[in-house]
């Protein structure tokens, strides 16, 4: 589509290039009017907007069929608003009414598309970070089955699992209890547990070795205050390895 630039009766410059088909151009008129769609006079609007196409075709430049069809309209709805009969007032008024609601909602619909274009250019500028790599942090899953001949110790494998889970649940599900036993009296029992045992590694389950869970949870505390006073040192070299506890210097 041509970007030459004409004149319209106005002296107002116009580039059909930068329109996108006539209902954009009939809307920039308006604006220029500076009143709204249902209040212009559409007989004036369609003047400017016939005067912009026979400038153009003077000029032998190719106009889209679609601005012609438009003005071919305009020129209808004109010459009966201009000679309407009596009777024909209401029918010729429908007309009107219905270039400029094309008008109004092309104006809504493009609000839209800046609007999206807008969020379109924000979320351009958001940058998301890849996934990071989590092939460390997958646990070994066991696809054994108990197929009727397995070891004793497949077995015994097999069980211990189960156990460990079932009791893991537990501990998401049982509600702590009030009992009489206070962080402060658990330290004493471990360290005299510590004491007894008299080695340079303390076995994680000689500790936590509780007859509920209301103990492994006090027990939990009192060593992990005991770490904060630097009295033990909590160790583990691998993800789910191993938890070594080992006296620290103000033991």
Not at 48 to 59: G, T, V
Not at 127 to 145: R, Y
Not at 163 to 178: H, P, S, V
Request: aromatic residues 8%.
């Amino acid at each position: 589509m041509s970007n030459q630039k004409i004149v319209d009766s106005n002296d107002i410059n116009f580039s059909l290039g930068n329109f996108n088909g006539p209902l954009d151009l009939l809307l920039e008129l308006i604006k220029k009017k500076n009143v709204d769609i249902f209040e212009v006079d559409l007989v004036e609007l369609a003047t400017q907007y016939l005067k912009i196409i026979e400038d153009l075709q003077a000029k032998d430049i190719d106009i889209a069929s679609e601005y012609l069809v438009m003005a071919s309209e305009l020129i209808y709805i004109k010459a009966r608003l201009i000679l309407s009969d009596p009777e024909e007032v209401k029918e010729v008024e429908e007309d009107k009414m219905r270039i400029l609601r094309l008008i109004a909602e092309y104006q809504e619909f493009k609000k839209i598309s800046q609007d999206l274009k807008l969020q379109e250019s924000k979320r351009n500028e958001v940058f998301i970070k890849k996934p990071s790599n989590t092939e460390g942090f997958l646990k070994e899953i066991d696809e054994a089955a108990l197929d009727g001949y397995g070891t004793t110790s497949k077995l015994i494998k097999t069980l211990r699992k189960m156990f460990e889970r079932n009791y893991a649940d537990k501990l998401r599900r049982i509600k702590l209890e009030t009992f009489n036993l206070s962080p402060s009296e658990r330290r004493e029992q471990i360290r005299a547990i510590i004491d007894q045992l008299n080695l340079d590694i303390i076995p994680f389950e000689k500790l936590f070795s509780v007859p509920s869970l209301n103990h492994f949870v006090i027990t939990l505390i009192a060593i992990l205050d005991m770490s904060r006073r630097e009295e033990l040192v909590l160790n583990q070299d691998y993800q789910f390895d191993e938890i070594i506890i080992r006296k620290g210097v103000n033991y």
